[in-house]
């Protein structure tokens, strides 16, 4: 795309802007429709989406089109990945934009030898409040890094359990500033062999609270960077579990991606590292289960639901059921009603959904599951069922009420966006069907500018 160059009052040639890649994107969308000679509502039909997105995609403007929908753009139009290029370099431009719009972090200097006192020096902000605690309770013990160890081991609880009901933005911001802590405690000197593997846990449990934080945002970058690193300490500490958590990062986010096969390799590997016993064990031998399923796979789904009900059985009473490092206890493996539904087992997979909202999400802490990014991928995988069993108008309310829920996620606008497709593909006249249409257009559009 070439920019009109701007003329100034006295006729010289002001000075070019450069154009950036978000709308370079939208541009070459547009011109590469139309050299295939196709309107929008043709280019839709081609991809499998209705015309909305199409025109969004067009429209230059903050959001940056889905992947998914960028790639089936690109094959429909022959466009051989210059528009899967354009959209890699459109986020990447959009991270470094929110890297330096964002305050910089908390910059402390190490912890004072004399005195075992913690001293904070503040670059461009304030210091955080749960910082400034950490401080003044660590300021004046003897053995300062045991009392921030277990400080940040009852961070890391807290942020763990309130994190699927939590602001994504808020969250990160947060988790970084207790990772960079973490991380300035393990580069000081003289720290005893047991304390540094305590610490190196606990920033691999914070790496890993933030690949989820991350890839709910969408920034799959950011996401494998986070991923790496706590695998990285999770060799280091000996704590495999973190390892096991960080392979079922990366296998839910090839998931929602739409590569099976990729999300199946990272849980057979995790699997391997994740020991036997743990929630992260079992809830990557469900996911493998789910990932086969997505392909059509009966008996692979099938061997993996019988591996992931033997070890089940072999977690212990002590196990979390809630927050990010937990798994629900039912009659059926997690994601059981998820791998019921993509072998079109409708009726099976609505039964499942049920049983497992009654059994996680009971009516007496609604409130506070309404806002639970896990509860609304649940009622999705309900409202995909329903629509499969040709329940329109139970598909869009568990539709409509997911949407409903604060800060939604990426993958729950994926499910979302299955949903919008399957209603709107077989139902598009339908006056419910347009309501959830436009609900899940401005989802996807507040999404994208909170992140």
């Known amino acids: 795309m070439r920019a009109e160059t701007p003329v100034t009052r006295d006729g010289a040639a002001a000075e070019e802007k450069p154009v950036p890649a978000a709308a370079r994107l939208s541009y070459e969308i547009r011109r590469q429709r139309k050299a295939a000679g196709l309107s929008q509502p043709q280019l839709a039909d081609k991809v499998g989406y209705t015309r909305q997105y199409v025109s969004l995609a067009e429209r230059v403007g903050r959001n940056i089109p889905s992947r998914e929908l960028v790639a089936a753009i690109d094959k429909a139009v022959v466009a051989n990945g210059k528009l899967i290029e354009l959209r890699q370099r459109a986020k990447a431009e959009q991270a470094a934009l929110r890297q330096s719009s964002r305050p910089h ?172 016993g743990t929630a992260a064990h079992a809830k990557l031998a469900a996911h493998e289960m789910r990932a086969h399923a997505t392909l059509g796979d009966v008996r692979g789904m099938t061997q993996a639901r019988h591996r992931a009900a033997q070890v089940m059985t072999e977690l212990p009473a002590s196990v979390a059921t809630t927050g990010a490092f937990s798994i629900a206890r039912s009659e059926d493996p997690p994601y059981t009603a998820t791998s019921l539904l993509h072998l079109n087992q409708f009726g099976e997979a609505a039964s499942a959904t049920r049983a497992v909202i009654e059994t996680a999400y009971p009516t007496t802490r609604h409130v506070h599951h309404e806002k639970s990014s896990s509860y609304g991928r649940t009622l999705l995988i309900l409202a995909l069922a329903e629509a499969g069993l040709g329940r329109v108008d139970e598909a869009v309310v568990a539709g409509r009420t997911a949407l409903e829920g604060s800060g939604s996620t990426w993958p729950t606008l994926v499910l979302a966006g299955k949903l919008d497709r399957v209603l709107w593909s077989r139902h598009k006249n339908s006056a419910e069907v347009s309501d959830y249409h436009d609900r899940y257009l401005a989802a996807s559009n507040a999404f994208g500018q909170r992140r």
């Open 105 to 276: 972090p908390v910059d402390r200097r190490s912890l004072l030898a004399a005195g075992g006192a913690t001293a904070f020096d503040t670059v461009l902000s304030s210091r955080t409040r749960v910082l400034e605690a950490l401080e003044i309770v660590t300021s004046g013990d003897a053995d300062t890094l045991k009392v921030a160890v277990g400080c940040l081991d009852e961070l890391i609880a807290h942020h763990a359990e309130k994190l699927p009901v939590s602001p994504m933005v808020d969250m990160y911001g947060d988790l970084l500033n207790l990772r960079s802590y973490a991380g300035d405690l393990m580069r000081r000197s003289g720290t005893s062999a047991r304390r540094r593997t305590d610490l190196t846990t606990a920033a691999g449990r914070l790496s890993n609270l933030l690949a989820v934080v991350t890839s709910y945002l969408g920034d799959d970058e950011s996401t494998l960077i986070w991923c790496l690193d706590a695998e990285r300490r999770g060799h280091e500490s000996g704590c495999h579990e973190v390892n096991g958590w960080a392979a079922l990062t990366r296998a839910t986010s090839a998931y929602y991606q739409g590569d099976a096969k990729r999300s199946i390799e990272y849980a057979v590997q995790g699997q391997r590292t994740a020991p036997a």
